[in-house]
C-alpha cells in the first residue's frame, strides 16, 4: 500500500521560501516517478516539478524553473520542493505525486496549502 504525506505548506510574503516534505510509504518511492502537482481555484491541476526513481531526470513546470527545485533522500523516503522566490501566483494546494507515468500517476497525497501574500 502506498501513502504520501505531505507537510510545510503555510502563509509566506512574496520573495520568500518554504519547502514542501512528502513522505513516502511502499515501493513507489523506490520504482517509480515521484512529483509535485499545485492547483489553485478556479484552476486546473498542474504538474509543478517531477523526478524519477534515480533521481537523474528532472522535469519542471515553466513557472517553477529558477526558483523551485525538486529532491530526494533514499534513506528518508522523503521528496522535496524547496521553493524560493515565491509570488502570489503561486498560491495553491500542492499535492505529492506518484506513479510509473507522473502525467498520470497512480498515487496522490492529502495536499498542503501554500498561500503568498503580496
Known amino acids: 500500500q502506498v501513502q504520501l504525506v505531505e507537510s510545510g505548506g503555510g502563509l509566506v510574503q512574496a520573495g520568500g521560501s518554504l519547502r514542501l516534505s512528502c513522505a513516502a510509504s511502499?515501493?513507489?518511492?523506490?520504482?517509480?516517478?515521484m512529483g509535485w502537482y499545485r492547483q489553485a481555484p478556479g484552476k486546473q491541476r498542474e504538474l509543478v516539478a517531477s523526478?524519477?526513481?534515480?533521481?537523474?531526470?528532472?522535469y519542471y513546470a515553466d513557472s517553477a524553473k529558477g526558483r523551485f527545485t525538486i529532491s530526494k533522500d533514499n534513506a528518508k523516503n522523503t521528496v522535496y520542493l524547496q521553493m524560493n522566490s515565491l509570488k502570489p501566483e503561486d498560491t495553491a494546494v500542492y499535492y505529492c505525486?506518484?506513479?510509473?507515468?507522473?502525467?498520470?500517476?497512480?498515487?496522490w497525497g492529502q495536499g498542503t496549502q501554500v498561500t503568498v501574500s503580496s
Open positions: 523526478l524519477t526513481s534515480g533521481g537523474t531526470t528532472n
Open positions: 511502499g515501493s513507489i518511492f523506490r520504482s517509480g516517478v
Open positions: 505525486a506518484a506513479g510509473r507515468d507522473i502525467w498520470s500517476p497512480g498515487y
